[in-house]
């Protein structure tokens, strides 16, 4: 028995590295199913022991502890998908445009980060954002999270870029069209290393559709399908608020034990938004995704006249849901 990184799956047939070796891997019996309730029992960046069968293939006999994983609420399945686990780093990649800035897709993608840190990335820095957009931009930063602008285009940051990811193993998601593909083409610094896998996968003429593991020779990065949304993994909704740091301190002091955030009388972190001490937009993405985790409308709803201002705010940005 060996122990191996998944690097690949696809139909139930996983790429496992080995020892500098890559095996096709299935999983034995019906083990692992039964472990899991979510989508997929083994994710991209998973550690397994497995036993070789025939000349590089094998049998997955278990999945070691993950350390941490990105995951997401997927909707047809009504389940938790893991879309790649054991990262040193999630790289976030937004863009100025086409697709535009949107604040929201970064923040959920922060919500769906279990355990691993969030780095936000602004590819095509050669296009100015407006002014409100660099300011919401700005604020991760303020908020402790690594960011950095970048032009896959023009090659600006790159080097920085380059060293930031040094020695580790990131996965890189983002909405679809944000250049994550040329960004990722650029700093593996090999054209012909993503070119052979875009002959030997199809990537490159087609959107990625699945998550792979790509080395470089100073990281490995995770390049994941780009998307138009990620749903966050249904949790305990107190958890959610793990993905915003700048509650904290206000959360401390709500009244109620366990406050949700969502119109509890004495709830301190409303108050802060009210004060603007915490970004309104921020908090209204908290709402979404607490709404989400419902899959109704929270309760506080239409109940006072602070959550009917709300209610009208964000019915009337529906369509911006991303
Ligand atoms: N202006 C500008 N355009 C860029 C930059 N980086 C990428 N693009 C363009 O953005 C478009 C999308 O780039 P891709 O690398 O295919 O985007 P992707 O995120 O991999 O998209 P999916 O394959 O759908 O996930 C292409 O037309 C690129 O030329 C940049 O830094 N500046
Ligand atoms: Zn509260």
Known sequence: MQTGLITRGINNIYSVESQGNAYLCRIKGKQLFQVTDEYNPLAVGDQVTFVLTNEGEGLIIERLERRNCFQRWNAKKGCNQTVVANMDLVVCISSVESPPFRPRFI????ACSRKVPVMIVLNKSDILLTEEEHERFSLYGELGYQTMAVSAASGENLERLHEVLKGKTVAFVGQSGVGKSTLINRLLGSEQKTGEISH???????TTN?????????????????????????????ELSDAFPEFMEFASSCTYEGCLHQ?????KVMEAVEQDLIHYDRYESYLRMLASLDEKKPEWMGKNDRSKSWIKRMERDESQEY
């Open 210 to 238: 699945h998550a792979l593991l790509l080395h470089g020779p100073d990281f490995t990065i995770a390049d994941t399908p780009g998307v138009r949304e990620f749903l966050v993994p249904h949790t305990d909704p107190h």
């Open 107 to 110: 923040d959920r993608v922060i």
């Open 263 to 267: 119109g509890e009388p004495g709830c």
């Open 200 to 206: 030997k996968y199809n990537r490159g003429r087609h």
